[in-house]
């Protein structure tokens, strides 16, 4: 994988970086900014996903993939986005086998982003 050392460089990771920057009004500090955050909420929210959902915990779990699509849309990190929509909505569709097909995929998708920003603020 290529070294995150610039925002330019999540474009190598998958984050439309155009879009998460036009989320926040054109203003690459405050996305930077909001990058941070969504790097501390991941190291939170990735062991309270798995949590949730080992302790089948549906209605939470939902609450909280609703959550990351949100969030990482706001970031254009479209592609966990996307892996989180589809869990939201296989929980609202009570498909709990596409809920158990996708979650590990989910977390490590969630895992990778939350590495690429870590490695992009230990660049800053």
């Given at each position: 994988m290529e070294p995150v050392r610039t925002i330019d460089d999540l474009q190598n990771r998958g984050f439309d970086v155009e879009e998460g920057?036009?989320?926040?009004a054109g203003d690459e500090e405050l996305y930077a900014e909001v990058l941070d955050a969504a790097l501390e909420e991941g190291?939170?929210?990735?062991?309270?996903?798995r949590q949730l959902y080992e302790e089948k915990d549906y209605d939470r779990y939902c609450v909280e993939v609703h959550g990351l699509k949100n969030a990482m849309k706001s970031i254009g990190a479209n592609h966990l986005s996307e892996a989180a929509r589809v869990q939201e909505f296989a929980v609202k569709d009570n498909n709990l086998a596409l809920v158990d097909e996708g979650v590990d995929a989910l977390l490590t998708e969630y895992?990778?982003?939350?590495?690429?920003?870590?490695?992009l603020m230990a660049n800053q």
């Open positions: 920057i036009a989320m926040c190291k939170e929210k990735i062991p309270l996903i895992q990778d982003v939350v590495d690429a920003l870590e490695e």
